[in-house]
C-alpha cells in the first residue's frame, strides 16, 4: 500500500481508536496460542489424539467466530475444560507490541490525540497483555466489548461506543487488522479507518483490505499534514 494512500490529515482528528491484538500487538501469540499450543496442551491434558483434538477444539472455534463468545476466555476454559488464561500465561514470553506502537502512542499523545484501545478482548486477556507489554501507560482508555454485549462486528458495540465515550465519528480514526470490523466502523460512519499490513510478524504475504493498509505506524505520523 503507497504511503500516501494511509497519510492523515491530523487536523482532522480528536480521537484515535486502537484494536489491541493484531494492532498494537503482534498477532503471532495469538494465532501460536489457538492454532498451536492449545490443541497441543489440550491433547495432554485430555490424554486424546490429534484427530480428536481437532473436531473437539477447532470445530467450536470456527462455529462462533465473528461472535462474542469467540472472543472469551472464560467460555472457552468451559468448553474445553481448562484454563485458558493460565495456559496462555504459559507462553506469555511471545506477547509482544507491533513495530513502532509505543512510538506511535507516544506521538499521538504529544498531538494531543485522544487514544483509546477498542478490543474484543475480554478483561482477562486485556489484563495478561498490559502486564507483558507497556502499552496501558500509553492509552487514555481501554474499552473491552464484553463491556458492551456485543463484539465489534455488530453496530451494537458502536452505537454503546458512542453513548459512553465523547467521540465524533467525522474526527476519528479507527485502526483494526480485522475487516469485518472495518466494515461495522464504516458503516456506522466512522470517516477514517486504516489496517494493519501484516498483523502477525511471522505471516510471509500481506493482509488483503479494501481499506488502506499500514505497515509502520511512524509512516502514518511523519506522512501526515500537522497544519
Not at 461472535?67 to 472464560?74: A, D, K, M, Q
Not at 456485543?150 to 465515550?165: G, S, T
Request: proline letters at 3%; aromatic letters at 10%.
Amino acid at each position: 500500500m503507497h504511503q500516501q494512500a494511509t497519510s492523515v490529515n491530523w487536523d482532522k482528528i480528536d480521537t484515535v481508536l486502537l484494536d489491541m491484538d493484531g494492532t498494537l500487538l503482534d498477532l503471532h501469540f495469538d494465532s501460536f496460542f489457538w492454532m498451536q499450543h492449545l490443541p497441543l496442551r489440550y491433547s495432554q491434558v485430555h490424554s486424546k489424539n490429534l484427530q480428536q483434538v481437532i473436531a473437539d477444539v477447532y470445530g467450536p472455534l470456527k462455529e462462533k467466530q465473528g461472535s462474542l463468545e469467540w472472543y472469551c476466555t472464560n467460555y472457552w476454559s468451559k468448553q474445553f475444560n481448562l484454563n485458558i488464561i493460565e495456559m496462555q500465561k504459559e507462553i506469555k514470553h511471545l506477547i509482544t507490541e507491533r513495530s513502532q506502537a509505543l512510538e506511535f502512542l507516544e506521538a499521538l499523545g504529544a498531538m494531543d490525540k485522544k487514544r483509546i484501545l477498542v478490543t474484543n478482548s475480554d478483561r482477562p486477556s486485556i489484563e495478561l497483555k498490559f502486564a507483558n507489554t507497556a502499552i496501558e501507560k500509553r492509552l487514555d482508555q481501554a474499552i473491552s466489548s464484553h463491556d458492551y454485549g456485543a463484539a465489534k462486528e455488530h453496530q451494537q458495540f458502536w452505537i454503546e461506543l458512542q453513548q459512553r465515550v465523547d467521540f465524533d465519528p467525522d474526527t476519528t480514526l479507527f485502526i483494526d487488522d480485522s475487516e469485518s470490523v472495518l466494515n461495522s466502523a464504516n458503516t456506522f460512519g466512522i470517516s477514517h479507518l486504516r489496517s494493519i499490513e501484516k498483523p502477525d510478524s511471522r505471516q510471509i504475504q500481506p493482509t488483503k483490505s479494501h481499506y488502506p493498509a499500514i505497515d509502520q505506524f511512524l509512516s502514518l505520523v511523519n506522512s501526515g499534514d500537522h497544519g
